[in-house]
């Protein structure tokens, strides 16, 4: 298994301003995601950390406004800049871990407001 | 987008009742993963069924799959005020290496 951090664990934000979320895990994993999960919804990928390159962006999300960063194997950054309150969401960074088991594991998730 | 439709959106059952959750899809999955989620915090992983399985369990969970059908479901047995919680399927779809989300239920057990 993973044990994975976030923090903040929250935050209210103005708008305008750029919150980066911080995930680290205990371990090094193959695969690093950040998930978005709006009030009341399921959660939807944002994209792909890739560790040493660019991170893969699912449809309707773009590097400008979150700009994700990976610099080794089990640390990972997510910005959401220039925030409105359309952002205001739960973001979770989840991993993949190597193996048979092929489990995906999710952080406690970091609970954003944008007023 | 999602990739998963899961019914009921809500369940309210009472302690000791079971609850069944279902789950379908539309494409083609190398495996099903059951979450729990409380409060809106972190997900908690249940199950994870291959899809070359048919059924699998863990405790009171029994988890599921028929890729014919492209559905799944994931019954609780003698359900307890603390399996209050939503209830997500998400499925890893061949080919992908994240997973895509149902749309989750929100299960309320009363006490």
């Known amino acids: 298994s993973a044990v994975i951090s976030q923090k903040p664990s929250r935050d209210i934000c103005q708008r305008g301003t750029s919150l980066t979320i911080q995930c680290q895990v205990d371990?090094?994993?193959?695969?690093m995601f950040w998930y978005r999960q709006q009030p009341g919804q399921s959660l939807t990928l944002i994209a792909t950390?890739?560790?040493?390159?660019?991170?893969?962006?699912e449809s309707g999300f773009v590097i400008d406004k979150f700009p994700i960063s990976r610099p080794n194997l089990t640390f990972s950054t997510l910005t959401v800049s220039n925030m409105s309150p359309e952002d205001s969401s739960i973001y979770l960074c989840?991993?993949?871990?190597?193996?048979?088991?092929?489990?995906?594991?999710f952080g406690p998730g970091t609970r954003l407001t944008v007023l | 987008s999602q990739q998963g439709e899961e019914d009921p959106q809500a369940l309210s059952i009472q302690e000791g009742e079971n609850a069944t959750m279902n789950c379908s899809y539309k494409?083609?999955?190398?495996?099903l993963q059951w979450y729990r989620q409380n409060s809106g915090r972190g997900l908690v992983h249940l199950i994870l069924?291959?899809?070359?399985?048919r059924e699998k369990h863990s405790g009171r969970l029994r988890v599921t799959l028929d890729t014919s059908k492209k559905s799944s479901s994931l019954l609780i047995t003698a359900s307890r005020a603390a399996d209050t919680a939503s209830y997500f399927c998400?499925?890893?779809?061949?080919?992908?290496?994240?997973?895509?989300f149902g749309t989750g239920t929100r299960l309320t057990v009363i006490p």
């Open positions: 371990s090094q994993v193959t695969m």
């Open positions: 998400a499925m890893r779809i061949t080919g992908a290496n994240n997973l895509f």
């Open positions: 950390a890739n560790q040493g390159s660019e991170a893969t962006y």
């Open positions: 494409t083609s999955i190398n495996n």
């Open positions: 069924i291959r899809s070359n399985e």
């Open positions: 989840s991993v993949r871990t190597s193996g048979n088991t092929d489990t995906q594991y």
